[in-house]
């Protein structure tokens, strides 16, 4: 079987490393370099922390299994340390608390912390005298999207597959059972198979194909499809895990750097219109950094991105053939680090004829069942 993956992001490149893996002659067409996309700008946390309702949890409560399972233990690309939650107002407590309540529900590991253990697994976190809800979840990590991709592209180029970089997919036929995949260079390539692990740019892909590929576009700075992150230089800061404090988020990003969210700031957020990395925006988050850790009154911003994310239309994955071209596997996720290892293995257990239960809800055709979609709205901190 020959199976063109169009995308080399972490999807894309889980897909390709699991066919192959199995045995398929695996084609891998990327327009830029494998990564350049959603997959260059991600938070990376894996985790199944408030994702409703119960199928999505299972599906990224299995993501997160699959990432152990396949790291198995600490890796250069997974660091599975857990992530530390605390809440001060009264609302965020609230919610916070209702969510620990579900996840121990569903077998999901939670911790409740004192303020020592807490300063045991993080010294350098400083958590308000009078916060009394310091919630731990063991389970959960957080990746290197570009080590993660670098061991996946490599699983895939063992296993046999080819990978084509700097090549764009332009047209999209069938052909006989299977498809014919040109390229931007003139090739014409025969496939049994194609899956389009596009991201962002899944329903322009789907388009070559005829088949709808309903995602949301950016059309407002802040709106759900946008969100700065802000990359630290190095820092003399003990950090080991991830962190989400009420006005930040924090995670180790490697030699001392650490990767910062602060998501009611996103509301100004525009592809075309990037911050310095000395301005006004990134000041409030070294502000605000200073007052979650201590020793870090030196940092600075060294990358200021506006990342965009692969967002379906209504805001779950998308996994499955498209219904009127069966040739075609179309995937499409805002989860998509968190999925990448289960989605590389599933999907091409799919390609091979088996069915994955964990899917049935996050297939195209609940777009074509004629209910409305409700669209997703951008989460703002502790609403989860
Ligand atoms: C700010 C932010 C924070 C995030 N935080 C998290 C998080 O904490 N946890 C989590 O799990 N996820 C998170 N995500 C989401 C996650 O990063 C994405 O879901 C994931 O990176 C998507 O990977 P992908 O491979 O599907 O897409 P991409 O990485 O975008 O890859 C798609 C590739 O397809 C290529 N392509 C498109 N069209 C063509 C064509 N015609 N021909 C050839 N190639 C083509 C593109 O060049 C691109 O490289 C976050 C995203 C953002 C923006």
Redesign the pocket.
């Known amino acids: 079987m020959h199976v063109v993956v169009?995308?080399?992001?972490?999807?894309?490149?889980s897909i390709a490393a699991g066919l192959a893996q199995r045995g398929a002659q695996v084609t891998v067409?990327?327009?830029?370099w494998?990564?350049?996309?959603?997959?260059?700008?991600?938070?990376?946390?894996?985790?199944s922390n408030g994702k409703e309702p119960q199928s999505y949890f299972e599906l990224n409560a299995a993501g997160l299994r699959a990432h152990h399972q396949l790291a198995g233990g600490a890796s250069p690309w997974f660091v599975p340390n857990g992530h530390l939650e605390y809440a001060t107002a009264p609302e965020h407590v609230d919610r916070l608390r209702g969510r620990m309540g579900r996840l121990v529900e569903r077998g999901y590991p939670v911790q409740e912390l004192t303020h020592q253990k807490a300063a045991a697994l993080e010294p350098d976190l400083v958590i308000p005298a009078d916060c009394d809800t310091i919630a731990f979840f063991p389970g959960e990590a957080h990746v290197f999207?570009s080590l993660y991709l670098a061991q996946a592209l490599a699983r895939a180029v063992d296993a046999g597959a080819t990978v084509r970089p700097r090549?764009?997919?332009?047209a999209l036929e069938p052909a006989g059972s299977g498809a014919r995949v040109t390229l931007d260079d003139g090739t014409v390539l025969h496939a049994d198979a194609v899956v389009s692990?596009?991201?962002?740019?899944s329903a322009?892909?789907g388009r070559?194909a005829g088949v709808h590929v309903p995602m949301a576009e950016f059309t407002d700075p802040g709106d759900v499809t946008?969100?700065?992150?802000m990359e630290t230089g190095p820092l003399p800061v003990r950090v080991e895990r991830l962190i989400t404090s009420p006005r930040l988020n924090v995670r180790p990003d490697g030699g001392g750097r650490l990767l910062l969210?602060a998501l009611d700031l996103d509301v100004t957020a525009d592809p075309a219109v990037v911050p310095a990395v000395a301005s006004e925006l990134a000041d409030a988050v070294l502000e605000r950094l200073r007052g979650v850790l201590r020793n870090a009154e030196a940092a600075d911003v060294r990358r200021l991105v506006v990342?965009?994310?692969?967002m379906p239309a209504d805001g779950y994955t998308v996994v499955g053939r498209a219904p009127d071209a069966e040739w075609l596997y179309v995937?499409?996720?805002?989860?998509?680090?968190?999925?990448?290892p289960l989605l590389g293995e599933r999907v091409a257990a799919e390609l091979f004829g088996q069915d994955e239960p964990l899917f049935a809800d996050f297939r195209l055709e609940r777009f074509l069942a004629g209910t409305a979609v409700t669209p997703p709205v951008p989460r703002r901190p502790g609403e989860q």
Do not use: C, K, M
């Open positions: 169009i995308g080399a992001g972490v999807v894309g490149a067409v990327e327009r830029d494998p990564g350049a996309g959603t997959s260059a700008t991600s938070f990376a946390w894996i985790n999207p090549t764009e997919v332009t692990a596009a991201g962002r740019w322009q892909l070559l946008v969100g700065y992150l969210q990342g965009q994310r692969v995937v499409a996720t805002h989860s998509g680090v968190t999925l990448a």
